[in-house]
């Protein structure tokens, strides 16, 4: 795109301004702001003024159009890209950091309710029989629940052995 073209779709490159607002629209979420510049929807998004204070959605491509016309502008625009960018992964990051640390929540709960359940099994087998010694599933469920609780990252794996003792 030359400089006659950009300026008669959007406005005289050199009178724009950018104050700062730039915002990712979402992985996967259709953006509903288009690009003054090349009329795509587009994630990142870079807010920018003209001398009468008209807003104008660019896309991260097109900014690179004020390099050629605005450096001053353009370099605001590659640090505001930088920071968006570093911004998306770090919230990215995040949610699968979030994202495995709630499995693991589920996880324990899942195991307490089980050793629960265990410590019942046994319990309820010697008033029901009176009798100290205890089937082979029994046995080893009692024996499970002598050994130290579990990392964090084995927490479903006990569950599930507590479950397969539990139903034999």
Same mark, same amino acid.
């Not at 915002?23 to 009468?52: K, N, T």
């Given at each position: 795109? *030359?400089?006659?073209?950009?300026?008669?779709?959007?406005?005289?490159?050199?009178?724009?301004?950018?104050?700062?607002?730039? +915002?990712?629209?979402?992985?996967?979420? &259709? $953006?509903?702001?288009?690009?003054?510049?090349?009329?795509?929807? =587009?994630?990142?998004?870079?807010?920018?003024?003209? $001398?009468?204070?008209?807003?104008? +959605?660019?896309? $991260?491509?097109?900014?690179?159009?004020?390099?050629?016309? *605005?450096?001053?502008?353009?370099?605001?625009?590659?640090?505001?890209?930088?920071?968006?960018?570093?911004? =998306?992964?770090?919230?990215?990051?995040?949610?699968?950091?979030?994202?495995?640390?709630?499995?693991?929540? =589920? $996880?324990?709960?899942? +195991?307490?309710?089980?050793?629960?359940?265990?410590?019942?099994?046994?319990?309820? +087998?010697?008033?029901?029989?009176?009798?100290?010694?205890?089937?082979? *599933?029994?046995? *080893?469920?009692?024996?499970?629940?002598?050994?130290?609780? &579990?990392?964090?990252?084995?927490?479903?794996?006990?569950?599930?052995?507590?479950?397969?003792?539990?139903?034999?």
């Amino acid at each position: 795109m *030359n400089k006659q073209e950009f300026t008669t779709k959007v406005g005289d490159p050199a009178k724009f301004l950018f104050r700062g607002q730039c +915002y990712d629209a979402g992985p996967g979420i &259709p $953006s509903r702001r288009r690009c003054a510049c090349c009329d795509h929807l =587009i994630r990142q998004v870079f807010v920018l003024h003209d $001398s009468l204070g008209h807003k104008f +959605y660019f896309g $991260s491509g097109c900014i690179d159009h004020f390099g050629k016309w *605005n450096k001053p502008l353009h370099t605001k625009l590659k640090a505001a890209r930088i920071w968006l960018r570093t911004w =998306i992964k770090a919230k990215m990051h995040d949610t699968r950091r979030e994202r495995r640390l709630e499995a693991l929540r =589920i $996880s324990e709960t899942e +195991y307490k309710l089980m050793k629960k359940q265990a410590a019942g099994a046994i319990k309820e +087998y010697h008033r029901k029989t009176g009798k100290q010694w205890l089937p082979e *599933n029994l046995f *080893n469920l009692q024996a499970m629940l002598g050994q130290d609780k &579990p990392r964090p990252t084995q927490f479903a794996q006990r569950a599930e052995e507590f479950r397969r003792y539990l139903t034999v």
